[in-house]
């Protein structure tokens, strides 16, 4: 058997051909199966990955890029009280980012604008893009304050 011979299957876990060492097989040839056999064991036999989310950690930054027509935040959960939103525009025409009834300028492709913005109590606020049609076409979210 040689290495070629190995083949993953649709989990991702290593398949081995089924004929194994015999007596007349080397011990290199025998070894080399046995590990091939454990390498397969042990892939199929790890643990499961853990299906909880890991509780997301509130920032008091957060750093937003959007374009068209989308936002993407650096945390999706922000920190009771003061946090400071750093908006860069990665799109071709001008966008804002608002949040909590205030917004930044407008501002040019490649430019970057920052918002500070006091939450006073827990909850989700939604945030968007005022350029007209621009929320409609994606530039909107909603961000946890906790």
């Known amino acids: ?50 299906r909880t989310r890991a509780k997301a950690k509130a920032a008091s930054a957060v750093e937003v890029s959007g374009g068209e027509f989308f936002f993407k935040l650096s945390s999706q959960t922000a920190k009771l009280g003061k946090v400071t939103f750093v908006f860069k525009n990665l799109g071709h025409v001008g966008h804002d980012f608002a949040i909590a009834g205030k917004s930044t300028p407008v501002i040019n492709p490649g430019q970057t604008a920052k918002l500070t913005v006091t939450f006073p109590k ?6 968007l893009c005022t350029v ?5 076409a994606g530039m909107k979210g909603m961000l946890r304050v906790a």
Do not use: V
Not at 37 to 46: I, K, P, V
Not at 122 to 127: D, K, Q, R, T
């Open 1 to 50: 058997m040689n290495l070629h011979e190995i083949e993953h299957d649709e989990d991702g876990r290593f398949t081995i051909p089924s004929h194994s060492c015999s007596n007349s097989a080397t011990i290199s040839g025998c070894s080399a199966s046995m590990a091939r056999s454990d390498l397969s064991r042990s892939a199929r036999h790890r643990p499961p990955q853990s």
């Open 132 to 136: 007209p049609g621009h929320a409609a």
């Open 122 to 127: 827990a909850g989700s606020y939604p945030y």
